[in-house]
């Protein structure tokens, strides 16, 4: 039996004042620490692309509210695009989704969120 945690892939992009971080992979309780460590400092707008991610449990969700909090907290703009079915599940039975900065890229999601940095 494999006990090591799956990894998180994270790759940044940045134009300007806008930094992309596109997630692959688990985010949970074994990941989040990468997240964060990739995520701050935060840029006046960080988006988290979460096409990739095909599972996240309460850690990862707790990370999405903290960077949103911290987002709120200096003024910055963040931005959450491309959650897939199981993450926005998660997101809704929390209330989360609601709360959250969820940016519905639609169908091309991909394109165009990567295209607008």
């Not at 300007?16 to 688990?26: I, N, P, W």
């Amino acid at each position: 039996m494999n006990t090591t945690p799956i990894t998180l892939k994270i790759t940044t992009t940045a134009r300007g004042e806008c930094r992309v971080l596109s997630l692959e992979g688990r985010l949970d309780a074994h990941q989040v620490g990468a997240l964060i460590d990739a995520a701050e400092p935060l840029a006046p707008t960080t988006r988290l692309d979460l096409g990739g991610v095909s599972f996240m449990d309460s850690s990862g969700l707790a990370s999405l509210v903290r960077l949103n909090r911290t987002a709120a907290a200096q003024n910055m703009k963040l931005e959450i695009l491309n959650v897939r079915d199981a993450v926005r599940l998660a997101m809704e039975i929390t209330g989360l989704y609601a709360v959250l900065p969820v940016v519905d890229t639609g169908p091309a999601a991909g394109g165009a969120a990567h295209g607008s940095v």
